[in-house]
């Protein structure tokens, strides 16, 4: 590895700001947000209101949970988000089996009712599809997307026609012969399920052809992607089954040793125990982190910046005995470290990272942080009912940050206020010196108004909602991941809010283009 000076990454050099906003979330008429007009409205907007960026959340399958940050692949993308219209217009499907679609909700996913009627569409695309000769839909030669994906997608394929004819029991649980993908791959089973491996590539054919043109028509209105890999991968996932080597996982018991987490604190006395099978990070320094490398390679042809979860797991992470019944026995193990992001810099010298560095930090992980010269993250709702040292207040913040009012995982801001603490909204008012009422926007404008270089408002906020918009509750097993605008709010948001928007970007040089100062 190279002497390579630090910091490794210096890239946020302008200033801006974007909106966060999951593809799901996006309105539509069939149960789910999607790569259709309705994203493509949403860019015009960002772009009307002087927006320079569009954050989501991961683009991953999701499965039990319906978690896009504990999905069954980490390189794979959720077939619910492909448009349907298209394949209809296409002559893939005939367009009344797209009717069923129309009776879902419109304000929120119903993950199980999409699962059960989306799905048979998919497979219906790809029979017409395969019926047709493999027309050309726009997206490049189907043959072509596979060999350049050959790495990743032969496994996830194959691991996806196995799960549906398991009727959907975790890999852990198959029959010896499919236990393992070296061993599976040659096996007389995946022989007979050509054809639904064959599918299950076509879904992602489908997705990668669409969501590259949702980011090509954001590009030419000068708005930047910025994607999101969490650091761990779920259990259940062709991540595991088909790297198990890469992981700390007894093979001979096909279960992990031991499983991430984090230890008792304040707020748990337990601590959490997430589940997540750990890495053998020898392993994957063994051959240059190669699985790793090849994950944001992955991201960054989707994307145009990624934002790396749980930062800190990079320095040291909570390992947890598997089989623990909490987290409390669990102990620190020293992660990659800096190694592991030298081998990120040589592989993609102009790598745009962000790293999510929230939670208790020690001062080895501002060390790795600050050496990485990766921005970091700042969460205004964290920054009150304490001390003036809160990092979280405005008076803390340094240009290499990301500003949040809050994330995908916290309330809306008016949500937020509303059933917080009096102690926390009298030190809001006092320190902002505002009365309250507009607490959304009260916390917009000081987003705009920081030395943060890049600011990030979630959607809700720019729409004044309260906690019935809330995107994740953390903890809470379901319910989560389900709400969805109306295509009347962002015509109202644009009518009413745009100029306004593009007026605090001109004083507070966000504008496209700001270069800090």
Known sequence: MSNTALPLFNWLTERGAGVLLHPTALPGDFGIGCFNHEARRFIDFLAAAGFSHWQICPLGPTSFGDSPYQGPSAFAGNPYLIDVEVLAKADLIRPDILGPLLFLPQDTVDFGGIYKIKRPILRQAYEGFHAAGEPDLGYGPFEKFKQHHADWLDAFALFQALKDHFQGAPWTDWPAPQASYAKAARSKLARELEPEIEAHKFYQYLFHGQWSQIRAYARERGISIIGDIPIFVALDSADVWANPALFDFDTKKNQPRAVAGCPPDYFSADGQLWGNPLYDWKALAADGYRWWLDRLRVCFEMCDIVRIDHFRG???????PAGAKTAR????????GLDFFKAVKEAFPDARIIAEDLGELTPDVLKLRDDTGLPGMAILQFAF???????YLPHNHHHNQVLYPGTHDNDTTRGWYATTGENVRDHVRRYFRISGQEIAWDFIRACYESVCNLAIIPLQDLMNLGSEA??????RPVGNWTWRFKAEQLDRLQNESAAYLRELGGLYHRLPGSKAL
Do not use: E, M
């Not at 809330?470 to 903890?475: A, E, K, L």
């Open 314 to 320: 990079f320095d040291s992470y909570w390992r947890i």
């Open 329 to 336: 026995t669990g102990k620190w193990v020293r992660g990659p």
């Open 385 to 391: 009912g304490g001390g003036s040292d809160n990092l």
């Open 470 to 475: 809330r995107f994740n509750t953390p903890g």
